[in-house]
């Protein structure tokens, strides 16, 4: 099963605390700002992914990333480059976030956070803007990705899934 929201290395969820999302509409075009706040409940460090979709027609145009006092904001580079970066930072102990689009599917998006503290929070705005589609009736239609926020499950508990 394809997890989204952000997960250790091992893809197990870290918990969702709060979600906000702004979005404006002009003309035919939506500009969605998405905010997603995480706490690390565990006693260690965890290396954690941040995996989000968007539809294949959206582009973003800004994202960020705040853990603890930590803020940083994306910078394009190339793709060498910010992974030479991304591992020099993590090597030399300090906070690093790289995002890259999946290999898997070109609407997946994942960033690598780096080591989260225990009991730190992290903090991920994503800025996009897409084209919104026309109904039948003229209406504009918006569909906002509901996979960030996972419903509750007990530990111990399996879920299937019927296709």
């Not at 969820?13 to 035919?28: F, G, N, R």
């Not at 006092?69 to 030479?84: D, N, S, Y």
């Not at 998006?109 to 929070?121: A, H, T, W, Y």
């Amino acid at each position: 099963m394809n997890r989204c929201g952000l997960l250790t290395a091992q893809k197990k969820p870290i918990p969702l605390q709060s979600v906000e999302v702004e979005l404006q509409v002009k003309d035919h075009v939506a500009t969605v700002i998405s905010t997603l706040n995480y706490q690390n409940k565990e006693d260690k460090p965890v290396e954690a992914v941040f995996v989000f979709p968007l539809p294949g027609d959206a582009a973003v145009c800004h994202f960020s990333a705040k853990i603890g006092q930590t803020h940083i904001v994306a910078e394009l580079k190339g793709k060498q480059q910010a992974r030479e970066e991304y591992d020099d930072a993590l090597s030399s102990g300090q906070q690093a976030f790289l995002l890259e689009e999946s290999e898997q599917s070109p609407d997946i998006f994942s960033l690598r956070v780096g080591s989260l503290p225990p009991g730190e929070s992290a903090s991920i705005r994503l800025e996009y803007v897409i084209e919104l589609a026309v109904e039948a009736d003229e209406a504009l239609r918006f569909c906002l990705p509901a996979v960030l926020n996972p419903r509750y499950q007990p530990q111990g508990v399996e879920t299937k899934t019927f296709v």
